[in-house]
């Protein structure tokens, strides 16, 4: 049977089993899925199970639902995906039947038109266990990297950010990991990935990206001792362990 994953940080605060076509995702004691924090409306979402396929969709919720980095209304879950409700994490364990058969769902825009390609639509996490082998950052696949950023021009409120979750967000938005300054920074400008094998940074707006002088319109591998510029922030990216 498909479940859901409730996690906050790096704990994991519940499971819940998909055994029924419509779970609640909020704030409300009602909800099937509660999550108390005020970030999180009321009845924020909710999980849609069919016999083959399962969907979450957003209940016209306040701050947004995201699907791997991605503001979405409603779209078709995978096995791993990675749904952050306001700073909480669901993980997804789906089997492969109720996975299978994707219907194309349209991405809602945070800010500006996002551009997602096939490969950044694919699943962020892998539960099941790899094989070790060589990755773009050149650690083995069985160990879980820590890495961030050390800015090194521009204005931000830190000098070094290190990135533990799953989805880290750069932009002016409120809750962003790395927040952006200036009035026409836009909300949402990238969406940073950490994976097993890993980090990857894909564009989130018009705004152009370079890594290592390059401008880039996809999902990028970052690798250590990497330059990203983005909105009139320089930063070097690195692994910490």
């Known amino acids: 049977m498909a479940k859901a994953m409730l996690k906050f940080q790096d704990s994991v605060l519940k499971e819940y089993p998909l055994d029924k076509e419509i779970l609640t995702i909020g704030r409300k004691p009602d909800t099937d899925i509660k999550i108390d924090n005020l970030a999180v409306s009321g009845y924020h979402a909710k999980i849609l199970v069919g016999k083959d396929t399962i969907f979450i969709e957003d209940t016209n919720s306040l701050n947004g639902t995201f699907v791997n980095g991605v503001k979405i209304i409603k779209h078709q879950l995978r096995n791993g995906d990675v749904v952050n409700i306001g700073k909480h994490i669901i993980l997804f364990d789906i089997p492969e039947a109720a996975g299978s058969a994707p219907q194309p769902v349209k991405a809602q825009s945070m800010d500006e038109t996002l551009v997602i390609s096939p490969e950044v639509q694919q699943r962020y996490l892998n539960q ?114």
Do not use: C, M
């Open 128 to 241: 099941g266990t790899a094989t070790p082998s060589a990755s773009p950052t050149g650690l083995s696949q069985g160990k879980e990297p820590l890495g961030g950023f050390i800015v090194i021009e521009g204005s931000s409120d830190k000098p070094e950010y290190i990135l533990k979750d799953r989805v880290s967000r750069i932009g002016k938005e409120e809750g962003s990991e790395i927040q952006l300054r200036g009035f026409f920074k836009p909300k949402v400008a990238a969406i940073v990935n950490r994976r097993k094998d890993g980090y990857f940074i894909s564009p989130a707006s018009k705004k152009p990206i370079k890594v290592n002088n390059e401008t880039i319109s996809e999902r990028t591998d970052l690798r250590d001792g990497d330059i990203v510029e983005i909105a009139g922030l320089k930063l070097q990216f690195f692994i910490k362990e």
